[in-house]
């Protein structure tokens, strides 16, 4: 799910997108509202979420401007107005919801996850191992840096569950009572052939080995 947001605050801005980043969201983040214009022109996003109060053109403006041009993208605005006026203005203006601040991130959730559904949005799970490794779990899909690898599905189970158990070591015994059904479990020497497999993608030292233990994922 792509989200443009505009907001000028630094601290708040880097929290929102930090955390939208954690969500597993693609975010575009900019700082003004002809930014926001030129952004919404040139690329496509499944949802916007605007501050009304920010430098050039607010993000009122800006909504009702591609409104104008038919664009119909579902927009939150945030605003630290607390009456209903600019309430209305805003609804009138197009956008589909409105956020007040101060406001916790579960709020932010909710109504995001609100407009995921009124607008049959379709999050696809992304998972951040770290700044140039992704996985998509729902695809069985790697991306590391530019470059995607369609990965078994076991492969991506392992991985996934390796990266939800960072700094300690999981056994390869764990591993089978996790993901695998008793009646199908695989051999020592299976998973080690699926670990050797992601090793050639991600780099030998981010599975270590830990003989006669198990694996750590770094």
């Known amino acids: 799910m792509k989200i443009l947001l505009l907001e000028d605050d630094p601290i708040l801005s880097d929290i929102i997108a ?8 693609d975010v575009t983040h900019v700082e003004d509202g002809e930014s926001a214009m030129d ?15 920010v430098p050039k053109k607010s993000g009122l403006e800006v909504v009702k401007s591609i409104r104008a041009y038919n664009n119909t993208t579902p927009a939150i605005l945030i605003t ?3 009456d209903t006026s600019h309430m209305k203005n805003g609804f009138e203006s197009g956008c589909d919801d409105y956020i007040k601040k101060p406001f916790d991130l579960e709020e932010l959730d909710l109504r995001i996850n609100n407009i995921k559904k009124r607008f049959s949005i379709e999050s696809e799970e992304i998972i951040k191992l770290d700044s140039n490794i992704t996985l998509i779990p729902t695809k069985n899909r790697l991306k590391i840096v530019d470059t995607e690898h369609q990965i078994a599905r076991k492969e991506c189970e392992i991985l996934l569950y390796l990266s939800s158990h960072k700094k300690r070591v999981v056994s390869a015994e764990e591993l089978m009572q996790n993901l695998w059904e008793y009646e199908s479990m695989p051999s020592d020497a299976t998973i080690r052939v699926y670990i050797k497999n992601l090793r050639t993608m991600l780099g030998k030292d981010r599975i270590q080995t830990i003989r006669g233990s198990g694996y750590y994922f770094e």
Do not use: M, P, R, T
Request: proline share 0%.
């Open 18 to 25: 930090h955390h939208l980043d954690e969500c597993g969201y």
């Open 39 to 53: 952004e919404v022109i040139d690329g496509k996003f499944d949802l916007l979420i605007f501050d009304i109060n």
């Open 80 to 82: 630290a107005y607390q």
